[in-house]
């Protein structure tokens, strides 16, 4: 059984000071920095871009799990990836060519994630598991913090378990969107390995953000 990582997720953030922000996750004893970036187009939501990331790497030593919710996003990814994205996860839908998107990141060095929305299905991403590092299983449409899970993705998160033991192949299981302290137990029974929280870890005991990510690693 894998350790279970915690990825906090900027989007709850406070975007007027986001450098402290990061730095309370790095001291709250955050895995990894999920970042939400978002064009306004593949999503109905508009976030921050490569200069931003740019600039909140340079004071942190914690990697960034950039979540790419941007179409077209193969001619984005070299931004991202210069920016300092140390993951970067993108959803098939947003690329003409998956397999060479996949190629591109793993090209640069960057480790790998294919995403799947709540609607989109395994068989979407099949052909290409034993070439990522990580599966990102959305349990909310993506779009906005602060909406409620959808436990129906969990079968898909059983599904990846079975073909991982079937093909002998490996990948983190991330899991993006409504997780709270209940539901991340059903996650991580299902088999997902890391949590991405936004609401959960900035709102929940008065944002005590240490205390959240404590709670949340010791499901
Ligand atoms: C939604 C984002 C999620 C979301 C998680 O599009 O991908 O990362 O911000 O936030 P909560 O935990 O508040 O659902
Ligand atoms: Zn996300």
């Not at 950039?66 to 077209?72: C, D, E, K």
């Not at 299905?121 to 913090?145: E, H, T």
């Not at 409620?148 to 969990?154: A, D, E, Q, S």
């Amino acid at each position: 059984m894998k350790k279970i990582k915690i990825s906090p997720s900027i989007l709850s953030a406070d975007f007027s000071r986001l450098g402290n922000e990061i730095k309370r996750l790095e001291e709250g004893g955050a895995d990894l920095i999920h970042v939400d970036v978002m064009d306004g187009h593949f999503v109905p939501n508009l976030t921050i871009g490569p200069p931003v990331i740019k600039a909140l790497k340079k004071n942190c030593s914690i990697k960034f799990d950039v979540h790419l919710m941007i179409s077209p996003v193969h001619k984005y990814i070299d931004a991202y990836s210069e920016a300092g994205a140390d993951i970067i996860t993108i959803h098939p839908e947003a690329t003409d060519d998956l397999s060479a998107s996949i190629s591109k990141i793993k090209n640069l060095k960057k480790k790998v994630g294919v995403s799947l929305n709540p609607e989109s299905k395994v068989s979407l991403i099949k052909d290409y598991l034993d070439r990522v590092d990580l599966v990102l299983i959305m349990s909310v449409n993506p779009g906005f913090g602060g909406q409620k899970f959808m436990p129906k993705v969990l079968d898909k998160i059983k599904e990846l378990k079975i073909i991982q033991e079937n093909q002998k192949i490996d990948f983190d299981i991330e899991i993006d969107g409504g997780i709270n302290f209940e539901n991340a137990k059903e996650a991580i029974k299902a088999g997902a390995n890391i949590l991405v929280s936004g609401t959960t870890i900035f709102k929940s005991n008065n944002g005590d953000i240490k205390k959240n990510i404590s709670l949340l690693k010791s499901l």
